[in-house]
């Protein structure tokens, strides 16, 4: 099957000849292909399906290309990735269907950026202004977004497993319908944040305050909440009877729906 990738990489990148550094980012994107086509044969994919499939997720690569060195001495130099993102980044970038895995986008600009269809496991958005951006139906495993801006963000139908979100700014943000298994947010802010029809099984929000959250339709099981404090937040329809609540502060509005949810206020406390 290297072969295969090798021959569409070749088609791929045709139009654009032998430039400096092809053979360093072809070889990347290479490497990145296979481990993307062995995934899909894990879930039990044909070859021929799996190639498809992998195929599928590699985009458009223009705007990349457009920032490789394109002369003789800087042919001897790798090119430093993180730079190039960070030259075409900016006001509605759009990074949708680009192979970003393991990437260093830390202290970037990336505001109304389009990361869709994108794949960004293990990559590092650390302490990047990622306001109004958009992740929806991607692989973020690993990924992390310590102290970083993601106001407004969207993340919808992402497997988001072992995302770190430390420090975060989480105001209004949107995590729909997210495997989130593994997450952390500690001292991250949670203000109007959306956790709808995600998995947050095991996730700790200890010493938090969480105002105007949502977790409707929700899986909390054995999510941890000690110490932390709740101020009306949703948990319609949420499962929350093995989530901890030892030492919650919490209104009354949220305390009766909790209790009419059948989890354990034993130690909870109503502000």
Do not use: W
């Amino acid at each position: 099957m290297e072969k295969e990738f090798k021959k569409f990489l070749d088609k791929i990148f045709a139009p654009y000849g032998n430039f400096p550094s092809r053979a360093d980012v072809t070889s990347e994107l290479l490497s990145n292909l296979l481990e993307k086509y062995n995934d899909f044969k894990k879930e039990g994919k044909s070859d021929k399906e799996a190639y498809q499939a992998t195929v599928e997720t590699f985009g458009d690569v223009s705007e990349i290309m457009e920032q490789l060195p394109h002369n003789n001495r800087a042919s001897k130099e790798r090119p430093d990735l993180r730079k190039i993102l960070k030259d075409i980044a900016g006001s509605q970038s759009k990074f949708s269907q680009i192979m970003l895995k393991g990437s260093d986008l830390t202290d970037i600009d990336l505001r109304g950026s389009d990361f869709n269809g994108s794949e960004v496991r293990e990559t590092h958005f650390d302490r990047s202004d990622l306001t109004d951006s958009k992740f929806r139906g991607i692989d973020l495993r690993n990924a992390s977004f310590a102290r970083a801006n993601l106001t407004r963000a969207v993340f919808a139908g992402s497997d988001m497993r072992n995302v770190c979100f430390d420090g975060a700014n989480l105001a209004d943000a949107t995590l729909v319908g997210a495997d989130l298994h593994g997450a952390t947010f500690a001292d991250s802010t949670l203000l109007g944040t959306n956790f709808s029809q995600s998995d947050l099984s095991k996730v700790i929000f200890d010493d938090l305050i969480l105002q105007n959250v949502v977790f409707e339709s929700a899986s909390l099981a054995n999510a941890s909440f000690k110490g932390a404090t709740l101020h009306n937040v949703n948990f319609h329809h949420t499962a929350v009877k093995s989530a901890v609540f030892d030492g919650t502060e919490m209104d009354k509005v949220t305390y009766a729906l909790l209790q009419g949810a059948k989890a354990n206020l034993d130690k909870a406390v109503i502000i």
